[in-house]
């Protein structure tokens, strides 16, 4: 029987270190933004490249708590894709600012079309949120023009895509501020939640910092109105030891994302492209298919012990919560037609080649019979 994902194996490998980390923080005393919290945002910030790295609760909060950093709010938009976790255009929600939802693009793996992003920007647009969907970079270079050209903010939303590259640099250090989730699932992942704010600007971290403690810089003086949403203890060490294997398990990622890709091809489905990697590293949070037959594909494969996972079923401006945006079917064609014909197939790092193949053989077995 094969999982769509098996955390309990990455624990197996990696027991005896993490419960050394969890033993010190339980006889430290210290539970909240402690040591091994520092030395995290150190780490993290070293690997990443960037000079701050602040923790915080969750990638909800870590995306909610930039856009107030950077002072967006009521009456403000803020431009993003409909295909995506719902957090990526919440945030902009809850900070009162209105969500503008640009297509994506079929050529660039179902990331927001850079080429529709210019006629969604008003004279109310402040910032862009690229979300580097399933943890294929966003075409960064044609986003910072626009950016640039109309003098926005960039929050890379790259939850799903820590160690991803973008031309040489990682995803999150390349906008204003960069955003990730350690929830469970996702490439780097801790055992609860956790999220994480980068940013190279020295006054925007200071923000960030203070925001991630109800306003405050000094115990119970506050200049502002914040947030309690820090990186716990327990978390960040764990995620310090896990953090050493990410690119290792990234790499294992891409390796089954290049064989499914070889024992798919010549079938009646979009496969996700693997790019050079000097231009993009993809690193697979989800490896996801398109096709007309989705919904059968799906229970075929589910017979056959094989689960697969649909990413996402509708998109952020079609939802419910959204209907007084006024978005109505067909506007954004992609996005819609990309929820009709998505399918994530297993994909973890212990996935092993022959379950990979075994997976690849029944899609396969799927469409010869037809
Ligand atoms: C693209 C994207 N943005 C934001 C989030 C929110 O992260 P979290 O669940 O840690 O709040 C997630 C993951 O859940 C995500 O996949």
Known sequence: MIQFLDLKAQYQEIKQEIKKEIEEVLESGQYILGPKEKQFEREIAEYLGVKHAIGVANGTDALIISLDALGIGPGDEVITTPFTFFASAECISRVGAKPVFADISFEDNLNIDTEKIEEKITEKTKAIIP???????????????????????IVEDACQA??????????????????????????????GDGGLVVTNNDELAEKIKRLRVHGSTKKYYHSQIGYNSRLDEMQAAILKVKLKYIDQWNEKRIERARLYNEKLKDLPIILPKIYREDYKKHVFHLYTILTQKRDELKKYLEQKGIPTGIYYPLPLHLQEVYKDLGYKRGDLPNAEEACERALSLPLYPELKEGQVEYVAKTVREFFERM
């Open 162 to 191: 820590i160690g991803a590259e973008y031309k040489g640099k990682k995803v999150g250090a390349i906008g204003d501020i960069g955003c990730f989730s350690f929830f469970p699932t996702k490439n780097l992942g801790g055992y």
């Open 131 to 153: 979300v580097h969907i399933f943890g294929c970079p966003c075409n960064m270079d044609e986003i910072i023009e626009i950016a640039k050209r109309y003098d926005l903010f």
